[in-house]
């Protein structure tokens, strides 16, 4: 197995790096994005963790803080405003220069699915939000794979399953580069969304690798027995001394995604 390391945009505020592990085995490619909004931290986070992570067949590419100057101030946009998930434009090259290095890597690499990592402040069905979603591109196999991966969170992840269930939804809102992903090169494209509504930090960390794990299995990049994210139904959703939910709706809605 290789791993190559190469920087977008350097020298630049938005330069960030992009992690390309190779297997020794042939197999599909896999690209995994956190950090688009900087402020939804689970996705970041657990691309930073990813990124480390072993193959064992085909390619796995990590952009685990795509946007850093978002990541930076761990806010939706860059100081100037800039929200990276609507500079993905359908059937036509990114002007956005971050955007346009991003697709480019997605052109060199045309994998064969590509998940990226959110966070909605609150529950889909319930508040005005998509979190506990998982936004899906019906391209290929990508309706197979996102009930097989919701069924599988909803079973050994989420313990207060009535509220936390994650569902299927989509498609992935147009400007975003898992929509352009899908729908220009036509391959399976999600992104998957937790929430922060009375969760932890490290439950929302937990969801975003689950599904990252369950995306490398289904498509045959990790084959071993032993998970990276073992099942751990029993571990609570909400933060410590909440309570139940409050079923109304929260403060503001967050945008598509």
């Given at each position: 197995?290789?791993?190559?390391?190469?920087?977008?945009?350097?020298?630049?505020?938005?330069?960030?790096?992009?992690?390309?592990?190779?297997?020794?085995?042939?197999?599909?490619?896999?690209?995994?994005?956190?950090?688009?909004?900087?402020?939804?931290?689970?996705?970041?986070?657990?691309?930073?963790?990813?990124?480390?992570?072993?193959?064992?067949?085909?390619t796995?590419?990590v952009?685990?803080?795509?946007?850093?100057?978002?990541?930076?101030r761990?806010?939706?946009?860059?100081?100037?405003?800039?929200?990276?998930?609507?500079?993905?434009p359908?059937?036509?090259?990114?002007?956005?220069?971050?955007?346009?290095?991003?697709?480019?890597?997605?052109?060199?690499?045309?994998?064969?699915?590509?998940?990226?990592?959110?966070?909605?402040?609150?529950?889909?069905?319930?508040?005005d939000?998509?979190?506990?979603?998982?936004?899906?591109?019906?391209?290929?196999?990508?309706?197979?794979?996102?009930?097989?991966?919701t069924?599988?969170?909803?079973?050994?992840?989420?313990?207060?399953?009535?509220?936390?269930?994650?569902?299927?939804?989509?498609?992935?809102?147009?400007?975003?580069?898992?929509?352009?992903?899908?729908?220009?090169?036509?391959?399976?494209?999600?992104i998957?969304?937790?929430?922060?509504?009375?969760?932890?930090?490290?439950?929302?960390?937990?969801?975003?690798?689950?599904?990252?794990?369950?995306?490398?299995?289904?498509?045959?990049?990790?084959?071993?027995?032993?998970?990276?994210?073992?099942?751990?139904?029993r571990?609570?959703?909400?933060?410590p001394?909440?309570?139940?939910?409050?079923?109304?709706?929260?403060?503001n809605?967050?945008?598509?995604?």
């Amino acid at each position: 197995m290789t791993r190559e390391v190469r920087t977008l945009r350097p020298g630049t505020a938005d330069a960030t790096d992009v992690y390309i592990i190779r297997s020794a085995m042939p197999g599909p490619t896999v690209m995994i994005v956190g950090g688009v909004h900087g402020d939804e931290t689970s996705g970041w986070l657990a691309g930073r963790e990813i990124k480390d992570w072993e193959i064992d067949a085909g390619t796995l590419v990590v952009l685990p803080e795509a946007h850093k100057q978002a990541v930076a101030r761990q806010r939706r946009t860059s100081a100037a405003g800039v929200d990276l998930n609507r500079q993905f434009p359908l059937g036509r090259r990114p002007t956005n220069p971050l955007a346009r290095e991003i697709w480019d890597v997605v052109l060199e690499f045309q994998p064969d699915a590509l998940l990226d990592m959110h966070e909605g402040w609150g529950i889909f069905g319930i508040h005005d939000s998509v979190g506990q979603t998982l936004i899906t591109y019906p391209a290929g196999d990508a309706q197979s794979f996102a009930q097989h991966a919701t069924s599988y969170l909803n079973t050994h992840h989420v313990n207060n399953q009535r509220t936390y269930s994650f569902r299927v939804v989509g498609p992935p809102i147009e400007g975003s580069l898992a929509r352009k992903a899908g729908q220009d090169l036509g391959i399976p494209a999600f992104i998957a969304e937790s929430t922060v509504y009375q969760t932890k930090p490290e439950t929302r960390i937990r969801w975003q690798k689950a599904f990252a794990e369950e995306l490398l299995r289904w498509y045959g990049l990790l084959t071993r027995p032993e998970r990276y994210v073992p099942p751990e139904y029993r571990i609570q959703a909400q933060a410590p001394g909440e309570g139940t939910p409050d079923m109304a709706a929260g403060p503001n809605a967050d945008a598509a995604a």
